[in-house]
């Protein structure tokens, strides 16, 4: 059996769902003081170069990761750059009422 | 001129660069509170998977991206998890003396 490719699964989910608990964590805490803008302007235009590339060789497991990727970034650069109490408010309607 | 590749070089090259400034932050701030251990024990761990399937598939450019990208990633990381003291050892260590 060939470990090769399941490695590159195994990268690629790691890839996908890293955002997610630092998104996760910003809707929670508000706090982006310590995230960098320049960071997640560079690294959401790199996930949508990434997703023309996989349209442009027509490959789907590319364009999916990368989109999904695009999304979460895209999310954390917007609220790194949002005013505080504009952040607030899209993070109560984020977060699930009791 | 086919500009496929060229979106995948720029986009290597935004997914290379984007964890410098992020980097460069926390040196120079010494605060990591608002990010995330979780995410960047994903992302390096991800990084870590993908040069290690480069080398599977004798793939230099996969290689040499993911392990720049590997070593940002796992700096940040360490830099999330180490106590205040530490953190700012580490920062002293890495600030150009005057």
Known sequence: ???IPLIGYL???????????QAYKIIRTRDT???????????????LLWTVYGIGQGQWPLILTNAICFV???????MTLLPATKKD??????????
């Open 33 to 47: 003081t310590a995230l960098s803008p320049p960071m997640y302007a560079l690294t959401t235009t790199g996930f």
């Open 11 to 21: 990268a690629a989910a790691c890839s996908v769902t890293s955002f997610v608990p």
């Open 72 to 78: 979460l970034a895209a999310f954390i650069l917007v």
């Open 1 to 3: 059996m060939d470990v």
């Open 89 to 98: 408010a899209v993070a109560d309607a984020l977060t699930p009422q009791d």
